[in-house]
């Protein structure tokens, strides 16, 4: 079983920055995918970004729309890590963030943005941007 533990949440003003880790243990980096989730009380947790992630290289990313240009995933695999750099932060992007991990071409997608196509999940860390 792989575990998968967030950090790096906090409180920002809105156009403020942060970098979320996923420190994970257990987990195969070859051909498989991590992923950054967040929910709101009250809303379906959002596929914000993915990464098809390998030993070597950078991996390859996928973004939501909504964080296109703005946020930047990124693996370490030699520090078991996935990281989220969150740039010109917005109200809208509030919520707590989970990290998770799953298997490749799952619904036709190489790495997909739906909750149900993931296994493992950390415990998640909140965000929270003020206008």
């Known amino acids: 079983h792989a575990r998968l533990v967030e950090s790096g949440g906090g409180s920002v003003q809105a156009g403020g920055s942060l970098r979320l880790s996923c420190k994970t243990s257990?987990?195969?980096?070859?051909?498989?995918?991590l992923a950054w989730f967040r929910q709101v009380p009250g809303k379906e947790r959002e596929g914000v970004a993915q990464?098809?992630?390998?030993?070597?290289?950078?991996?390859?990313?996928f973004y939501a729309d909504s964080v296109k240009g703005r946020f930047t995933i990124a693996q370490d695999p030699a520090n078991d890590t996935v990281y989220l750099q969150m740039d010109s932060l917005n109200p809208e992007d509030t919520g707590l963030y989970y990290c998770a991990g799953g298997p490749r071409n799952w619904g036709g997608a190489l790495c997909s943005a739906k909750p149900i196509a993931y296994v493992y999940w950390g415990q998640g860390t909140q965000v929270n941007v003020s206008s």
């Open positions: 990464i098809y992630t390998s030993n070597s290289g950078g991996g390859t990313p």
């Open positions: 257990g987990w195969t980096y070859s051909q498989n995918c």
